[in-house]
């Protein structure tokens, strides 16, 4: 989609701090951190959001899933993170692009704040 933030990402017009990435999923850090490490993760390919992609493709949200997860390990950390998929306006999500927030390296509070 030419007007999504996170397709112009992948596409390479737009730049981005990038940590990991595979043939299907990019990992990189969110330009407002939340958290001293607050990375995304998102499908390279176009999906709103995470029910529109774990219906389309399940294996896929699992190997975003598994990709996180792996780079958390990797980035050091190993004492704790929170994954979050914010869905819809009402849950939060403001780029139309389905993205994981892994949020790490400080106490993680509920409710979130």
């Not at 701090?17 to 607050?38: C, G, M, N, W, Y």
């Not at 493709?57 to 780079?71: M, P």
């Not at 994981?100 to 979130?112: I, S, V």
């Amino acid at each position: 989609m030419s007007d999504c933030l996170f397709c112009s990402i992948v596409a390479g017009d737009i730049p981005a701090d990038k940590v990991a990435e595979t043939d299907e999923v990019l990992v990189f850090r969110d330009i407002d951190p939340k958290a001293p490490s607050h990375l995304l993760a998102i499908p390279k390919e176009h999906y709103v959001n995470v029910a529109e992609l774990s219906e389309a493709d399940a294996d896929l949200a699992g190997r975003l899933l598994a990709t996180l997860t792996s780079v958390s390990e990797i980035s050091g950390n190993t004492e704790g993170y929170r994954v979050v998929f914010n869905t819809g306006q009402l849950g939060g999500q403001t780029v139309d692009h389905v993205h994981a927030h892994l949020l790490a390296g400080r106490q993680m509070t509920w409710p979130p704040g």
